[in-house]
């Protein structure tokens, strides 16, 4: 018999309450904002710094509750301010941080989101993309429903990036991301992501399928990647593997800064 909604929501609380999997979420969400979405419904400039801070915020926004996915910014925003539990309150900060939030942002992270309806087509792309990505130092998750990411984070760029403002550096990511999916014919690229407010899922966070929390953003290894199986990524069997995901990170590969930056300039900087 199919297990209920309401099982599966135990199921998603119990991996969320797991020491191992907070330690693991805590270190992509430091110094960014996180982002708790449903359906009708986004908190924002959530500040996760610790896992005492995401589990309060857990309880004020009444995550296990709800259908929230849980999110987090590209950009980084090491002085993001503490923003009231007030909502009134939050409202007005938040209006007034989003005037000048480009003025926080210190550093911003590279992904490519790989997004079908039909993950077998999702997978075939990223199977076609990855060789591009070769001996750069990139990670790959699986987004939970349709489809992947490819990571790159800031502290991996060449130095000559980081010395870029931020708005030329996205505008250079918007730019790749254009090309790359046109002159490769990747039709599954979104590339109208790159913009300083721009969320991704958290690897480690459980994603909603189908208005079920059935599935894990887990990140990929190369195993994985080529011996693709749904199932392992089905909370379930997460769960049933815990002491894997331990000191695990996001599975980075070891690469060039410079061949990164050679591959994002060769479509980049194209008119």
């Known amino acids: 018999m199919e297990d209920s909604k309401d ?3 135990l199921l998603r609380k119990h991996w969320y309450n797991n020491p191992t999997i907070l330690f693991q ?20 400039n959530i500040k996760s710094n610790a896992m005492h801070y995401l589990e309060k915020n857990f309880t004020r926004y009444h995550f296990f509750d709800e259908d929230f996915n849980l999110y987090y910014s590209l950009s980084h925003y090491p002085n993001l301010p503490m923003f009231s539990f007030s909502r009134l309150e939050k409202q007005k900060e938040m209006r007034e941080f989003n005037k000048e939030c480009i003025n926080y942002i210190e550093a911003y992270d590279f992904f490519i989101d790989i997004d079908n309806k039909d993950l077998t087509k999702a997978y075939k792309s990223l199977k076609k993309i990855l060789p591009h990505f070769r001996n750069t130092p990139y990670s790959v998750h699986i ?7 490819i990571f790159v984070s800031y502290n991996d760029f060449p130095e000559s990036f980081k010395k870029m403002k931020i708005v030329d550096l996205i505008t250079l990511f918007k730019n790749f991301g254009r090309n790359f999916a046109m002159i490769n014919g990747f039709d599954d690229i979104d590339f109208s992501i790159y913009d300083p407010r721009r969320v991704m899922k958290c690897p480690y966070s459980v994603v909603f399928v189908d208005g079920i929390p059935k599935r894990v953003a ?3 290894s190369d195993n994985m990647i080529e011996e693709f199986k749904i ?5 379930k069997y997460c769960l049933a593997n815990l002491s894997r995901w331990r000191n695990r990170g996001l599975l980075k590969r070891p690469g060039d800064p410079e061949k990164f930056g050679k591959l994002i300039k060769k479509y980049g900087e194209l008119e």
């Open 231 to 235: 199932e392992e990524y089905e909370i």
């Open 7 to 9: 099982q599966y929501m």
């Open 143 to 149: 987004s939970g429903q349709k489809g992947f990411h």
């Open 218 to 220: 887990l990140p990929m």
């Open 25 to 44: 979420i805590i270190q992509n969400l430091k110094y960014k904002e996180t982002v708790f979405i449903r359906p009708g419904c986004c908190h924002r």
